[in-house]
């Protein structure tokens, strides 16, 4: 078994999504978001790193995946806010030891829903039906375990091709 964490940073709310794999079959363990909207910058990044490192205390993934972080060239203010945000996402899984695969929002969303243009309730949608969930999980969380579950994806053909790890899953 393999337990995947799959992070979706934000600065406002950040969604994490737990899965193992047992073989072939993807299991859902737990998801949820972090509410950092109130406070200075320092304080919700500070809120961040905490409750992510309680979370990978109380889930105790084996391997991690973060969703990379789009580019906006109209805003590049709040591109660079959830930079922010991201490494700080970073840190608290570096602090624990575990390496980190990155995906484009454009690859998760081919990965779970085979469209790369999918909103999120196309999202939430599929991970609802590939992890027999009776509820749609918040958007962020849905978004977070979409990233575990394109990583369990990406690292199951590349097991399945004798593609070794090598510090990035792209």
């Known amino acids: 078994m393999t337990r ?7 600065s406002r ?3 994490f999504g737990v899965i193992d ?6 299991r859902y363990v737990g998801c ?5 909207m109130a406070g200075s910058m320092a304080e919700r ?3 961040i790193f905490t409750r992510l490192g309680e979370v990978i205390h109380e889930y105790r993934p084996d391997e991690a995946a973060l969703e990379e972080t789009f580019v906006n060239r109209v805003n590049a203010a709040s591109a660079l806010v959830l930079g922010q945000a991201r490494g700080v996402a970073f840190c608290a899984l570096g602090v624990k030891g575990l390496t980190v695969a990155e995906y484009s929002a454009s690859q998760v969303k081919q990965a779970v829903t085979g469209s790369g243009r ?17 509820a749609a999980p ?16 990406v690292r199951a053909t590349r097991m ?11």
């Open 4 to 10: 995947i964490i799959g992070i979706d940073p934000g």
């Open 13 to 15: 709310y950040t969604g």
């Open 21 to 26: 794999i047992v073989g072939r079959s993807e």
């Open 32 to 36: 949820g978001r972090i509410n950092s």
């Open 45 to 47: 990044l500070n809120l």
């Open 118 to 134: 999918a909103d999120k309730a196309q999202i939430q949608q599929m991970v609802c039906l590939l992890l027999k969930l009776e």
């Open 138 to 153: 918040v958007s962020d969380a849905a978004d977070a375990l979409a990233v575990a579950l394109t990583h369990a994806r």
């Open 160 to 170: 399945a091709t004798g593609q070794a790890y090598a510090g990035s899953w792209k």
